[in-house]
């Protein structure tokens, strides 16, 4: 007997791990759709979208060193910093000394 006689095809468009990836959320079909809205461009005078114009202004207010801006968009592009692991001290930590040590 084989070990994959229990084993049954995905149907189309079903991958058998519904935890896999999330259904988009209202909020996000929402923010979507006004991210993809036009909107006139001051810089060129012609149009962009609502969400282009937003990163436009994260670019500028980085280049003028904002440092939110810059992490905000190093977060996006590079994703976050690895956060070194915590290291386990060999003695307790003593945070006050009655004895004047």
């Known amino acids: 007997m084989s070990?994959?006689?229990h084993l049954r095809p995905c149907?189309?468009?079903d991958s058998?791990?519904?935890?896999?990836?999330?259904?988009?959320?209202t909020w996000s079909k929402i923010?979507?759709?006004?991210?993809?809205?036009?909107?006139?461009d001051l810089h060129n005078g012609g149009e962009t979208t609502r969400r282009e114009a937003v990163?436009?202004?994260?670019y500028e207010r980085?280049?003028?060193?904002?440092?939110?801006?810059?992490?905000?968009l190093a977060?996006?592009?590079?994703?976050?910093?690895?956060?070194?692991?915590?290291?386990t001290p060999s003695q307790p930590i003593q945070i006050f000394s009655f004895d004047g040590e």
Do not use: H, W, Y
């Open 3 to 5: 070990n994959t006689e």
């Open 11 to 13: 149907k189309p468009g």
């Open 16 to 25: 058998n791990n519904p935890g896999s990836r999330r259904k988009p959320t």
């Open 31 to 40: 923010a979507r759709l006004i991210g993809d809205e036009a909107v006139l």
């Open 55 to 58: 990163l436009r202004a994260v």
């Open 62 to 72: 980085a280049a003028e060193g904002d440092m939110r801006a810059v992490e905000f």
């Open 75 to 87: 977060a996006r592009e590079d994703g976050p910093p690895p956060q070194a692991p915590l290291e």
